[in-house]
């Protein structure tokens, strides 16, 4: 898979790596909350993301066969498909939602897992959701895992085996931005399977910040599908994603309580 | 014979096959799943999958969607 150059991104010498597969694009983005196909459409292709998470639900039976579906607007040989067990509040559930998207996906394995504990909070339900893990383990699935901002339940959730481990910034669809910046720093420092910040992020600094904490990715919807402009918004968090990184990777100055001045003493004429 | 389909009771011929039940609900070309009593039933066997009497039947695709 990694030899078919899915998207036009250039490639880049600071891939995301996930599970072997290499991604041009640390940019990762739900498809629902959008005003219509064609606005997901336009957003998504705007964020430059090429991991899209979408929702395995009953199809509409006695529907138009015209209406155009989300695999019209988002090529699955174009953008790479990552189902996740949204609405899920029992492993039971998330388990049989994981298996029927395999088979819908033609035995696709990387899955989003989520199982949610509250509906008002959509707080992950830890106990849940680590059965659901060990059950879709143990089944072959590749397991990129939406969990709360604990370091010690992150690194569990890494010795278990699945392959990326997805903290939350803030509530699902909230848009606090990261609520708990050290904590995130923690499992960052801790782990040795990528981090993705999914959930609560809300403006493009939010992801920016993310990425400064040293994670490899951001996952969002509600930021993107619910802005005034979604379109433009996308194209902001594609350009916070990489200059986060970038301002990560070059190594930012130390914090200091008092100034040092920038220019010599040498020379002064006055 | 009675099936119940993504919740709905229908009326169906006895006998259809999975293949038959996808044609005659007009899903024939689109990407789905099917579950059959909580099983999942695979597209390479939907011809000789005969459901049968009671079967409860979930049809399911890729949506948009997040956290709901």
Redesign the interface.
């Known amino acids: 898979m990694s030899s078919v150059m899915k998207t036009a991104t250039p490639r880049t010498a600071d891939p995301l790596l996930i599970d072997g597969v290499e991604y041009q694009s640390r940019l990762l983005v739900g498809t629902g909350k959008y005003k219509d196909l064609e606005e997901t459409r336009r957003a998504v292709e705007a964020s430059g993301a090429e991991i899209v998470t979408v929702a395995i639900r009953r199809t509409n039976i006695g529907q138009n066969a015209d209406e155009p579906s989300l695999l019209d607007v988002l090529p699955p040989d174009r953008y790479t498909y990552l189902p996740n067990t949204a609405g899920c509040y029992t492993a039971e559930d998330a388990v049989r939602t994981c298996r029927l998207a395999r088979e819908l996906l033609d035995g696709h394995k990387l899955v989003k897992l989520e199982v949610l504990g509250d509906e008002k909070t959509l707080f992950p339900d830890i106990v849940q959701t680590l059965s659901a893990a060990e059950t879709l383990i143990a089944d072959g699935f590749r397991v990129m895992v939406y969990t709360n901002d604990d370091p010690i339940i992150a690194k569990r959730f890494e010795e278990m085996g699945c392959v990326a481990v997805m903290p939350l910034a803030a509530p699902i669809g909230s848009g606090l931005g990261i609520r708990n910046p050290y904590n995130i720093l923690t499992i960052v420092e801790n782990a040795e399977v990528p981090i993705l910040v999914d959930a609560g992020v809300g403006c493009a600094s939010d992801a920016a910040i993310a990425m400064e904490l040293g994670c490899d990715g951001v996952l969002m919807n509600t930021a993107i599908a619910g802005a005034k402009d979604p379109v433009l918004m996308a194209s902001a968090m594609k350009k916070a994603i990489e200059a986060g990184r970038e301002s990560w990777l070059a190594g930012r100055i130390p914090k200091k309580r008092f100034a040092s001045a920038s220019s010599p003493l040498d020379g002064i004429f006055f | 014979m009675e099936l119940i389909?993504?919740?709905k009771p229908q009326q169906l011929p006895d006998g259809i096959s999975a293949a038959a039940l996808i044609e005659h609900?007009?899903?024939a070309?689109?990407?789905?799943?099917?579950?059959v009593n909580?099983e999942?039933v695979?597209?390479s066997t939907f011809e000789s999958h005969i459901l049968k009497p009671g079967d409860q039947i979930?049809?399911?695709?890729?949506?948009?969607?997040?956290?709901?």
Not at chain 2, 29 to 35: N, S
């Open positions: 389909i993504n919740g609900l007009g899903l070309d689109q990407r789905l799943a099917m579950e909580q999942i695979p597209r979930e049809i399911v695709r890729a949506i948009g969607g997040g956290a709901r």
